[in-house]
Structures are given as structure tokens and as C-alpha cells.
């Protein structure tokens, strides 16, 4: 049977990386500083190890449309690349215990996850951290926040000024950006459920392939983008303007250096 041409383009993807490096030359930071957390917590001799673990995690998520989770081995769509070093790490795990049914496959990840779990002063201070750290990009980026409400509705501005910057075409209520390899880059807004925005940026992304529009890989949700590149999680976490504002800004340029990143083959 024949590939579908989505899986065939997006196999050309470059992985975590080069995408990660071109994210942060547009001058966003918090999800390194996440990553150097989550070293800093590990102890630096994990570092290649976790590196490796989010490169890996990151190259199949993408070839697999988000379809599926990397820790559990499990997915709908089978990405054409399989790690083995990801079957590997599952095959030794030895450390899975309830309420967790399905932790990261290195260790010192999953400590982390229970620490935040059960230790409350952990965990605030850990919220704390980062809410310092979007307050001072949102000041570094000049986020502004004029217009918005925390209505679903009154994104569209917010979206619609960082899209046409980055050369997305408006269609309707959504914007879309060509790519190589027959790609089409697709932003939108959630406009479902409560009316008003809650603690996340209302944002729906889908990459497409011109042949087949309605198959595509879909992201409502940030934990896939923060498969993607690590730590990406953190600007979906919003409480006030300026953070939402930011997150929104966030992840559109995040989708924008993807969309670029097609047709240079990982070597």
C-alpha cells in the first residue's frame, strides 16, 4: 500500500535540534531554561541521556502525527522511524507504579513527576520559576495586551498580528502558510466550550498535505508541541494577559519554524 503523502513529507523533517536553535534565534527562552531544570534536577551526568531521550521522543512524535505516546510504545499511526533506543529504555523500565501508568521511560523524569506530584512546596516554587520567567520575556519580547478580553473571540487580533508577521494567509478564521513538500501549515482558534480562555492559549494547529487536506496532523493541545521540543509546555500554562499573550505568540512562531524546517533531511 502506498504511503500517504503527508507521512512521505514530513519524514523530511530535521528533528528537535535545528528546530529548537532557529526557536530560540527568535528570542524565546523558557523552554531551555525548563530543560536546564530538569538536568539541573537529574544531575549533569544524565544530560546525554536526556537529550537523546527528548531527540528521539521528538522525531517520533512528529512522524507519527502525535498519534501515539513514545513512553508506552503505543501508536494509532506507526512512524516510518522507530527508535531503538526508545524500545530499549521500555524494555528495561522496572520503575511503574500507580497513580503513573505510563511515566517517561528515564528515570529521574518520572522522580521529577512525582515530586511535583506529592511536594506541594516543590511544586509552587517550580510555578513560581516560570511565572517569573514569562513575566520577564513578556517585558524582553514587548508583549502588548491591548484588546484582550480572555474572551475566545477576541484572540483573533492577537493571532491575526502574529500570523501576517510571519507571512501566514488568512483564510476565513484560520491562517495558512505553504511549505516545502506539498505542506500546508494551518493555525485556528478553539472557539469551543467555555467562551472565555482557561489557562491555556485556545489555539488548534494542523499540518497538511495539499493532495489530502482533511488527514492531517492535529495539535489542540501543548503536551504534543512540548513532545516536539521539550519544554514548549510551559507557555501554554497562562493566568493572566500578558501570559496568554505571550503563549499565543509562542507557539504560532514555534509552528512557523517548523513549517521551515521541512526538506532539510537529518543526516
Known amino acids: 500500500m ?13 528533528g528537535r535540534s535545528p528546530t529548537q536553535l532557529a526557536f530560540e534565534s527568535l528570542g524565546f527562552a523558557i523552554h531551555k531554561a525548563r ?13 546525554h541521556l536526556l537529550n537523546r531521550y527528548w531527540d528521539e521522543v521528538s522525531l517520533e512524535t512528529m512522524q507519527s502525527l502525535g498519534q501515539g505516546n513514545p513512553d508506552t510504545r503505543g501508536f494509532v499511526i506507526q512512524p516510518r522511524y522507530r527508535s531503538v533506543f526508545l ?15 505510563s511515566p517517561p521511560l528515564v528515570k ?9 506530584y506529592f511536594d506541594a512546596e516543590f511544586r509552587e516554587n517550580e510555578v513560581a520559576f516560570f511565572r517569573q520567567l514569562q513575566k520577564l520575556e513578556s517585558e524582553r519580547l514587548g508583549i502588548q495586551t491591548t484588546g484582550w478580553s480572555g474572551r475566545k473571540r ?16 488568512r483564510h476565513g478564521k484560520r491562517w495558512r502558510k505553504k511549505a516545502d513538500g506539498g505542506l500546508v501549515f494551518e493555525v485556528g ?9 482557561i489557562g491555556r492559549p485556545p489555539l488548534i494547529f494542523r499540518i497538511f498535505h495539499v493532495d489530502d487536506p482533511k488527514y492531517a496532523f492535529t495539535i489542540e493541545h501543548a503536551d504534543v508541541f512540548d513532545r516536539l521540543v521539550p519544554g514548549v ?18 507557539l504560532i512562531e514555534l509552528f512557523y519554524v517548523i513549517s521551515g524546517s521541512f526538506g532539510n533531511r537529518r543526516s
Open 108 to 116: 529521574c523524569l518520572f522522580d521529577r513527576t512525582k515530586k511535583i
Open 154 to 169: 477576541d484572540v483573533i487580533p492577537f493571532v491575526e498580528q502574529f500570523c501576517t508577521a510571519l507571512a501566514f494567509q
Open 35 to 47: 530543560q536546564s531544570r530538569i538536568i539541573q534536577f537529574c544531575g549533569e551526568q544524565q544530560s
Open 189 to 197: 482558534v478553539d472557539f469551543g466550550g467555555n467562551p472565555y480562555c
Open 233 to 250: 509546555v510551559e507557555y501554554a500554562r497562562c493566568g493572566n494577559a500578558s501570559e496568554y499573550v505571550l503563549g499565543i505568540r509562542a
Open 2 to 14: 502506498e504511503e500517504h503523502p503527508l507521512l512521505l513529507a514530513i519524514a523530511s523533517w530535521p
Open 87 to 101: 524500545d530499549e529504555l521500555f524494555a528495561a523500565r522496572d520503575f511503574v507504579e500507580l497513580p503513573f501508568r
